[in-house]
């Protein structure tokens, strides 16, 4: 491999990195932070209010009840006070390439450990986590192929009244795909063969 070969290959994976590094926080506001409160308090707003979010009312928390946020100071409780006549529901929707395989994190914990669930909705698929632990804040981690140029992510309280699950750290990103990587043997004969050219031009630059 030539000098310039090693270079051109090193600039495409650097590309390679821009490329997803710019896919990287797809979510706006995920973190649920736009909004100010002081420590032990809650308020509820419209999604007109509150950046990145639309749908129902969204109650945010912060340091309520003695729950602390997984990311930054506050988080939301699905189920908010203000008027609603059918299931709450908040979503977003964010510009996706269709066949990338995008990943979905974020965490979630029951209010009161009752009979709290919700689903969760994204690119065709639906997930319900009727799990409802308050003991404390459960990782939800998986993976969607997006459909179209611009997918929306959905969660739907599955339990009336306004007691239901707190959601944080909201993150969608895209998955690199990573190439077959060379066994071994072949990865130590190009170690090989480098040094030996390295080696070579040197011996050849005049003295």
Not at 112 to 137: C, K, P, R, Y
Not at 139 to 148: M, R, V, Y
Request: proline share 2%.
């Amino acid at each position: 491999m030539s000098v310039m070969s090693l270079r051109s290959a090193v600039c495409a994976c650097t590309l390679l990195v821009a490329s997803f590094a710019s896919h990287a926080g797809l979510i706006v506001n995920g973190d649920f932070e736009s909004h100010t409160l002081n420590k032990n308090s809650w308020t509820w707003l419209s999604s007109s209010q509150f950046d990145g979010w639309q749908g129902s009312n969204i109650e945010i928390w912060h340091a309520l009840q003695g729950v602390e946020a997984v990311s930054g100071n506050h988080f939301i409780e699905l189920n908010a006070d203000g008027g609603n006549s059918g299931d709450w529901s908040i979503f977003q929707s964010f510009a996706t390439e269709i066949g990338q395989h995008y990943q979905l994190d974020f965490y979630y914990r029951a209010r009161t450990g009752n009979n709290e669930q919700f689903q969760v909705s994204v690119a065709d698929i639906d997930w319900l986590l009727n799990d409802h632990s308050s003991a404390g804040w459960t990782q939800f981690s998986n993976s969607f192929i997006a459909t179209g140029n611009s997918t929306t992510l959905r969660f739907t309280s599955k339990n009336p009244g306004t007691y239901g699950n707190f959601i944080d750290a909201v993150q969608v990103s895209a998955v690199p795909v990573i190439s077959q990587v060379p066994e071994p043997a072949t990865l130590a004969a190009f170690g090989l063969g480098l040094i030996g050219l390295l080696a070579g031009r040197r011996l050849r630059q005049p003295k």
